[in-house]
């Protein structure tokens, strides 16, 4: 299975509702990512989790919250989000590096949020 | 910080001509050089990388050649098809690295 799994593809929310965006991979990739990508821009890095715990943080709003509750799952959960959050939130895995190992990153299809 | 230029932003092509895509980094110490494609509402796709240990790679119609003194990647597409139109993008990174650096992206048009 070389597939990355992202639910829900779209999501609509109000800026006071809370939903989450699910991530999962079986690659056995140690490192998983959430960008978000607006139209016509390449993909922002978010956060990072490698071996479970939480890597990077790309300064992000407090209102955008990760969770990787195990080696193959990465949560997004989302609270009082802004209409400018709305965008393409992407999930990516990838193998940690060692001497190797190719630092690919296989994206999911993508979860298309609007915040009305 | 670390910063990839990424030129054109977009380019048209007849069908059958070459297509090529020039990106410049700033970070001396990236080593691994991958060129994403992403179609219309689908996923960004590896579609060829480069380590800074070589200077060209050749996969079919695409390859990439790097020039680690001058801090300059390029994708080069021959004989371009329909299917190829997408937006590419060029990237950096550090081995050890989590942080892919991504060019702005160019949009190719291959008309028929």
């Known amino acids: 299975d070389t597939e990355v799994t992202q639910t829900p593809k779209h999501l609509v929310m109000g800026m006071t509702n809370k939903k989450s965006l699910k991530c999962e991979q079986h690659?056995?990739?140690?490192?998983m990512y959430w960008y978000k990508q607006k139209a016509k821009k390449p993909p922002e890095l978010m956060f990072v989790?490698?071996?479970?715990?939480?890597?990077i943080n790309e300064s992000v709003p407090s209102r955008f919250s990760p969770e990787c509750p195990n080696s193959s799952l990465l949560n997004l959960h989302l609270h009082a989000l802004q209409p400018e959050d709305s965008a393409l939130y992407l999930c990516?895995?990838?193998?940690?590096?060692?001497?190797?190992?190719?630092?690919?990153?296989?994206f999911g299809e993508g979860s298309r949020l609007t915040v009305l | 910080g670390e910063n990839v230029e990424q030129h054109p932003s977009t380019l048209s092509v007849q069908e059958g001509d070459s297509a090529v895509i020039k990106c410049t980094y700033s970070?001396?110490?990236?080593?691994?050089f991958p060129w994403y494609k992403q179609e219309l509402g689908k996923r960004p796709q590896l579609i060829i990388d480069?380590?800074?240990?070589?200077g060209e790679k050749k996969d079919q119609r695409i390859a990439v050649t790097l020039n680690k003194t001058a801090k300059h990647f390029s994708l080069h597409i021959t004989e371009t098809q329909p299917e190829d139109s997408a937006v590419y993008f060029c990237?950096?990174?550090?081995?050890?690295?989590?942080?892919?650096?991504f060019g702005a992206g160019t949009r190719l048009f291959v008309k028929a």
């Open positions: 990516a895995s990838s193998q940690v590096w060692l001497a190797l190992d190719t630092g690919e990153l296989f």
């Open positions: 690659m056995g990739h140690r490192a």
């Open positions: 989790y490698s071996y479970e715990k939480l890597s």
């Open positions: 970070d001396s110490a990236s080593n691994y």
């Open positions: 480069i380590r800074s240990n070589v």
């Open positions: 990237a950096a990174i550090r081995t050890g690295g989590f942080k892919t650096i």
